[in-house]
Structure formats: C-alpha cells, structure tokens
C-alpha cells in the first residue's frame, strides 16, 4: 500500500496543472512551473528538473558541498582533509541551519529527525526518540555502550567563490559555537534582517578541570563582517523527507 500511494502521489503532483502556474512537487516548498500548449498538454518547465524532484523526494539531502569537520584543533574539508586557511572568509546561510537527531546504525546514518530553526523546528527531547535501552546498544571502539541518537547541527557556509560547505557540529565545542553565532546573528538582525554574517574559522583552547586530560580544543565562529542575504542555490538547496513514510527500510 506504501508503494502504490508512493506512485499516486507522485503522478497527482507531476499532473495535476491548468494553465500556467506553480504546482507543489513532491518535495515540500519546491515547485515547478508548468504551462499547457496549444493541445492543452502539460508541459513541465526543464524536464531535468523531474529527475531532481524525484531525487529530492526518495533521498532527502541536508548537506551540501563539502563537509567540513572540527577536529583534533583543526577544520577539516572532505574526504582529502584539507585545513582552512587563517583568513578565510565564509558566508553563513544562517536561514539554512537545520539541528535535530541523526541515528547511527553500523557507522552510517539509519535516521534523520531534523528541520530548519528558522522554520520553528523544535527537536524531540531524547526520551522521546526510544532507544533507551544501553543493554541493546551498539559498542564504541573505546568498548563503552553508544547511544545511537547523536545531536547535530548542519550548517552551510559558502565561501568567496561560491563553493558551498557544510560544518557538521555533534561536539559541545562546535554546538556551542553555532549557538553563540546564533546569538549574534539575532542581535543583528533585529536591526538588520536582510543581511547574513561573514566569518572566520578558528579554535582555542581552555585547561579542561580533570588535569590528565591536558588542555581542550574547541572552534569559534569568529564574525568579521555583514553581507547581503542571498539564497542557497536550488541545485543544492536541503530538502524535507516527505515520502518517509511510503519508503521501505
């Protein structure tokens, strides 16, 4: 039953249009233009963009570009593990911040239960999420019982050439630099609404209280300026998971 209302819903999204307009896709927010021809057929608006819905609806992706990591005093890019320069400067698409719950299973993610802040999403409280049981949970390398539900933030940063990043915060460090981003950036924009901040990346450090333990490297989303808010370009945009429930696991 999941799988035939998979295809009607698809097909009602694809088909149903009069006239020219914009019809809701399968993806929640996305739309395309349609228009009918003279024979009164439909005809979608870059056929490519079919693929791309499709795409968009089976397998949600909510980082775009290149994955960037804060890790061991260092930000980290990709699978090559480039390091930032000092002075390199991002902009933050603070309207594309989306937080939530990821589950791992097997070293590789099972589960997504994230949204957008600025679309007011508020994430479970953990009790919620089941998995409760640390007898059934799976053991880390250091032989402790790992809880499957990990925290996460997903933000996107573009640099001056356009590439597109996404810092990956699951550490207290990196949440805490996003959440103090965060505050600046609401501070501003009470004032200034149409503008996104531009940052630099670097880490410090503070003497941890257990002495062993040396001292603590954490990142720090360093502000350094204001630019005019754009929108992230479509062909990368994060997209909702719709069809979650019609799809088979």
Not at 103 to 120: F, P, Y
Request: proline share 5%; net charge negative; glycine share 6%.
């Amino acid at each position: 039953m999941h799988s035939a209302k998979l295809v009607s819903d698809f097909q009602e999204t694809l088909l149903t249009a009069h006239g020219s307009k914009l019809i809701p896709c399968a993806t929640k927010g996305l739309t395309m233009k349609t228009e009918t021809n003279s024979d009164n057929a439909l005809a979608v608006t870059g056929q490519t963009d079919l693929f791309r819905t499709y795409a968009d609806a089976c397998a949600p992706r909510m980082i775009v570009g290149k994955l960037l990591k804060f890790s061991k005093g260092d930000f980290v890019l990709g699978d090559a593990g480039e390091t930032i320069a000092d002075d390199a400067e991002f902009t933050v698409l603070m309207d594309e911040l989306t937080v939530g719950w990821v589950r791992w299973e097997d070293d590789k993610v099972a589960e997504t239960r994230m949204g957008r802040v600025i679309d007011g999403f508020a994430p479970q409280p953990r009790r919620e999420l089941g998995d409760v049981d640390a007898a059934a949970w799976e053991t880390a390398a250091d032989g402790k019982a790992r809880d499957p539900w990990q925290f996460q933030n997903y933000l996107p940063l573009e640099r001056g050439d356009g590439e597109l990043l996404t810092f990956v915060a699951s550490s207290r460090g990196a949440l805490n630099a996003i959440a103090e981003l965060c505050r600046i950036h609401s501070r501003h924009a009470k004032q200034h609404p149409n503008v996104y901040p531009v940052i630099r990346l670097r880490s410090d450090e503070y003497q941890h209280r257990v002495k062993e333990f040396g001292r603590i490297k954490f990142p720090v989303l360093s502000v350094v300026g204001w630019t005019t808010k754009t929108d992230l370009p479509e062909q990368a945009r994060p997209t909702d998971d719709p069809l979650e429930d019609y799809l088979p696991y």
